[in-house]
């Protein structure tokens, strides 16, 4: 399911599947986008940034088009304690890949894979963030 923005309207709760995943779209060509994930994130219940949030940063393939500093969506990942994905949707190949690293980790947080917790996977991306 996709919203442009959180909070999510009220009057279909009864009916809305079970969140496992908050992914949080930035362009890095727009301001805007920044500061719209930036507003939404005060929606987001404390319990999901446990491993159920990350970051996907889109049109990362083009440097001079680029309104935000890729570091302020890092500081934002590390400040929210969630992973980071860049990637670039103009390319298949990298398209692709970024769908099925979002799936995998939808798994792990949905319990779907056996031995891997959402908060230990994440804790694992962090320990190979800081080497």
């Known amino acids: 399911h996709l919203a442009t923005s959180l909070p999510l309207p009220s009057e279909r709760d009864h009916l809305r599947p079970r969140i496992d995943l908050v992914v949080f779209m930035i362009d890095i060509k727009s301001k805007y986008s920044l500061k719209n994930v930036e507003t939404s994130l005060a929606y987001v219940d404390a319990s999901y940034f446990l491993g159920k949030v990350c970051?996907?940063?889109t049109g990362?393939?083009?440097k001079n088009d680029c309104s935000i500093e890729t570091n302020s969506v890092c500081k934002l990942g590390e400040a929210y304690c969630s992973p980071v994905l860049f990637c670039e949707l103009e390319l298949e190949g990298v398209r692709v890949a970024t769908a099925q690293r979002l799936v995998r980790m939808l798994g792990i947080c949905a319990g779907q894979?056996?031995?891997?917790?959402?908060l230990s996977f994440v804790s694992l991306m962090r320990k190979s963030n800081d080497d």
Not at 113 to 118: E, F, N, R, T
């Open 55 to 57: 970051f996907l940063v």
């Open 60 to 62: 990362v393939g083009r």
């Open 113 to 118: 894979i056996p031995g891997v917790s959402a």
